[in-house]
């Protein structure tokens, strides 16, 4: 197999997609805390994509891509990209037609905008020097492992074949590894860090709606090299995922807006949460399900993530820009949506609708594995950290806001 310029370009265009979605993260965010945190939001977006691009490059991308070792982690092969040149890249034994580099720095934008999105759960409170040790522990040792459970000929993309049948769970862009690993350590974080100063309480409105609008709208504009560059090929798969992609995207958005419409007034940023919801759950299934179905995962999604944001605030747990109910939530729906509706017509694989039962079950083992993973190890991992060197600001700290304790600076004069 040769290098083709088509799929090369295609997937460097996506790369570029996928990496204006971290700062698209940080504004979104930014867009929904209080004026005195709004840099701090962004900036800590930009602080994983920096943070996490030279993980990659040193050893991340070697421990979710390396040469298998029990269908657990990659080998050490790879670290500081050794052998990873201009020549086609293997992955889990299959060439592509892209650089072995190409595929690299695709994969590098994915682990930093999931870093990105984590960072919803430390709004208004963290550290930024422990925000960057559990951010660089974080990857390591959550999203590389899992990265190679799915992608990398880990055992959760070959789990039929270890339970004596044929076939693994299907994760076309991240439903697992970027949103249930997100969503659910986002969890685990909010039950150790002290709750914000006035949480509950207070009136916290966010700073600016259209900077979160125009965040969302960033998010929305680069999933679709998120998405449909994970065909790793400028081809029909490829269109197939960018057109699902839009559509789930549309109807969890109208849905959402529907929800919300109790007073007479649909807020913004429901439509906007709605649509992301959308997107979410579409990412594992984007390379194979076909329109209707991504009405279908769109809408469900909605309510899914709707009434789970619902159920967040009944319990009064401080996630307030919801990584847990619209990426966590949306992940899980993803995730079995695709063991329901994957059809043969897309990408030559079928779920429980087009009668395969051992699809969808494969697709609830990964969610349940993926969820303990990620709440299990970053859990500990956060207890540790908060115990020893502290997790949040100090109270004085937070009060006059992270734009200035942590960084000198304000985003209003």
């Known amino acids: 197999m040769t290098i083709s310029s088509g799929d090369t370009a ?34 800590l977006s930009l602080v994983a994509f920096a943070l996490v691009s030279v993980q990659w490059v040193l050893f991340g991308y070697s421990i979710a891509f390396g040469p298998d070792i029990n269908y657990i982690i990659g080998g050490l092969n790879y670290l500081g990209l050794n052998g990873i040149g201009q020549g086609e890249a293997t992955i889990a034994g299959v060439t592509l037609t892209v650089p072995a580099l190409a595929y690299t720095v695709f994969q590098l ?60 769970a299907l994760d076309f862009a991240g439903g697992t590894v970027v949103h249930i690993s997100s969503g659910f350590s986002a969890l685990a974080i ?45 081809n029909g798969l490829a269109a197939s995922a960018f057109v699902v992609t839009n559509t789930a995207a549309a109807a969890a958005g109208l849905t959402w807006m529907l929800l919300s419409w109790k007073d007479g007034r649909p807020a913004s940023l429901g439509f906007a949460s709605g649509a992301l919801a959308g997107l979410v759950a579409i990412t594992p299934a984007s390379g194979f399900v076909d329109p209707l179905a991504a009405i279908i995962i769109g809408a469900v999604a909605s309510m899914v993530c709707y009434y789970s944001m619902l159920f967040r605030i009944k319990k009064g747990l401080d996630e307030s820009c919801d990584c847990w109910s619209i990426h966590g939530m949306g992940g899980v729906w993803g995730a079995l949506a695709t063991g329901i509706f994957a059809t043969t017509a897309v990408n030559g694989y079928s779920g429980l ?18 969820i303990a993973y990620a709440f299990v190890v970053t859990f500990v991992l956060v207890k540790i950290l908060d115990s020893t060197i502290g997790m949040t600001v100090k109270e004085e700290e937070e009060y006059v806001g992270l734009d200035i304790s942590q960084h000198g600076e304000r985003a209003y004069s």
């Open 109 to 168: 934008v994915f682990a930093t905008v999931t870093l990105a999105i984590l960072t919803s759960v430390f709004a208004e409170r963290v550290k930024l020097s422990s925000f960057i040790i559990f951010g660089l522990l974080w990857t390591t040792l959550v999203y590389d492992p899992l990265a190679h459970w799915v992608w990398g000929g880990g055992w959760l993309a070959n789990v039929g074949t270890l339970l004596g049948q044929s076939g693994g």
């Open 190 to 234: 909010a039950l150790v860090i002290r709750k914000r100063i006035g949480f509950g309480k207070d009136l916290m409105e966010p700073s600016n709606i259209p900077l979160a609008l125009l965040g969302a709208t960033l998010l929305w504009f680069g999933w679709f090299g998120f998405n449909a560059g994970s065909a790793i090929a400028a």
């Open 353 to 370: 609708l087009y009668g395969n039962p051992s699809q969808f079950i494969y697709q609830a083992i990964a969610v349940c594995a993926s």
């Open 10 to 43: 295609w997937l460097l265009a996506s790369t570029a997609l996928v990496m204006i979605m971290t700062p698209g993260v940080g504004f979104f965010y930014g867009g929904l805390v209080r004026r005195k945190n709004l840099v701090s939001m962004i900036t």
